[in-house]
């Protein structure tokens, strides 16, 4: 039977973490951005937990979790309203455009 680590999961969150990071720093679309925002976040969602279950053993490294779901929400609700105001504004959502919104 396979025996799932503390290591594996931080694996598995520096992964989730990674994947997040480079997928935000390469993307152009802002719904892609916003998704390796996502992805950061529950890879640090992984790593909450796992030190909640192998280090602390009490609830508070889920509670951060939960908090980080409900601020996730969130941020997905605001970032999806401003990719609209863009695409209503340009015809595109490309993240370069949103530069040009200052001037």
Do not use: K, P, Y
């Amino acid at each position: 039977m396979l025996h799932v680590g503390l290591q594996h999961l931080l694996v598995l969150g520096a992964l989730l973490f990674s994947l997040g990071l480079l997928t935000v720093a390469t993307r152009r679309n802002a719904v892609g951005v916003l998704m390796g925002v996502e992805l950061i976040l529950n890879g640090a969602n992984v790593n909450f937990v796992a030190f909640n279950h192998w280090v602390t053993g009490g609830i508070s490294g889920q509670v951060f979790a939960l908090f980080v779901i409900v601020l996730a929400a969130a941020e997905a609700a605001v970032g999806l309203a401003i990719v609209l105001a863009l695409f209503q504004t340009f015809r595109s959502i490309d993240v370069r455009l949103a530069d040009t919104m200052r001037e």
